[in-house]
């Protein structure tokens, strides 16, 4: 058994199975090569995003090689019993801090390993699946706050799966595609408007899936999943979706199609009211607007135009 303790300092709430099938997907659905894939997770635990991930690309015939990393002997002796199983072609698993083994001289990104000659990551991924540590700013401590915030250049308050973004989107290459688990504070929040400006510039967002209070894991935050193509261009930039999921608990009484798991909704094209058991879920789709001083914006198309109306009532009014 892990001790609470141990995973409030190091962020380890493991993904569960579904929703680690749930991510390999949406990354999948991205996919098309005949060549090796490479694929990192950055802060591989006992290894559930690499197991997941493999076992769906074996499914479709790709060839592939898997590099994990992460800080817990423990979590990756376990992870290299896991990936055992795993044909693929090379599997590296690196026991260190991946955000202190990164260097960042003019961009140029290497990891090292204790004893093993250097890894270089720079560029070097086709793939990067996370859900990297989630570790509130009091539990990281002073210190360790202040080496990410000069390493990594984050003002303001510091954010470990920010680091943790930053270290990734260099390890990928262009057109490369990442799938990340993180909290989803910074979808919306002011202060967090330097790391949606950082997503917007380095990657053409395909997809956001906010999992709002759907508590599909065991984390202390509520997580957004984020599917991304690493692009060159920074300027340019095109419409994402969303999906935007949470338990209904505004009393609403209308009809609501019935679901076996919150997946069978994540799933469906459908929107609007679903129930799994006794609870119900408002499911909400659209296009997703980026606006990284105000937020993103991620409203259907009703919504879109509901809040278009009020905003031109209260210019009348200002102008008036
Ligand atoms: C949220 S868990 C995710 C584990 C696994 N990828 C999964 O999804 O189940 C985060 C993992 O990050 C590891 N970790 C924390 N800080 C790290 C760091 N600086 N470098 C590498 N791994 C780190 C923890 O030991 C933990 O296993």
């Known amino acids: 058994m892990r001790k609470v303790e141990e995973i409030k300092k190091t962020g380890a709430t493991f993904t569960p ?23 990192l997770d950055p802060a591989c635990g006992d290894g559930e995003l690499l197991l997941s991930i ?12 898997l590099s994990g990393y992460d800080s817990n002997k ?45 890894l270089h990551t720079n560029q070097l991924f086709d793939v990067i699946i996370a859900n990297p540590p989630y570790v509130r700013t009091q539990v990281l401590g002073s210190e360790n ?18 680091a943790f973004l930053i270290a990734m989107t260099n390890s990928l290459k262009d057109n490369g595609i990442i799938g990340v688990i993180t909290s989803n504070r910074y979808l919306s929040t002011k202060s967090r408007e330097s790391v949606r400006k950082f997503l917007t ?8 899936i906010d999992l709002g209070d759907t508590k599909l894991f065991d984390a202390a935050v509520l997580p957004a999943l984020l599917i ?21 608990l505004n009393g609403y009484q209308g009809a609501c199609r019935s679901a076996t798991t919150v997946y069978d909704i994540l799933n469906t094209q459908d929107k609007g009211y679903f129930q799994v058991n006794e609870k119900r879920y408002k499911k909400t ?3 997703l607007t980026f606006d990284t001083t105000n937020g993103w914006d991620m409203l259907s198309e009703a ?9 031109a009532t209260a210019s009348c009014r200002k102008f008036g």
């Open 17 to 39: 199975r579904p929703l680690a099938d749930f991510l390999s997907s949406r990354i999948m659905a991205q996919l098309s090569s005949d060549q090796c894939l490479s694929v």
């Open 54 to 65: 493999s076992t769906q690309l074996a499914g479709m015939g790709y060839p592939f090689s």
């Open 74 to 118: 423990r979590y990756l002796a376990s992870a290299q019993a896991r990936l055992q199983q795993v044909d693929s072609q090379h599997t590296t698993l690196i026991n260190g801090d991946f955000l202190d083994a990164i260097s960042l001289p003019d961009e140029q990104f290497s990891i090292g390993f204790d004893g093993v000659s250097q």
């Open 145 to 162: 706050a202040q080496k990410l915030a000069q390493k990594f250049n984050l003002k303001g308050r510091v954010d470990l799966y920010y």
């Open 201 to 208: 510039e380095n990657y053409s967002i395909v997809e956001l």
């Open 228 to 248: 991304g193509r690493r692009k060159k261009n920074r300027h340019l930039s095109s419409p994402a979706r969303f999906i935007k999921l949470y338990e209904e």
């Open 285 to 287: 789709t659209g296009t």
């Open 303 to 311: 919504e879109t135009e509901w809040t278009g109306r009020i905003d």
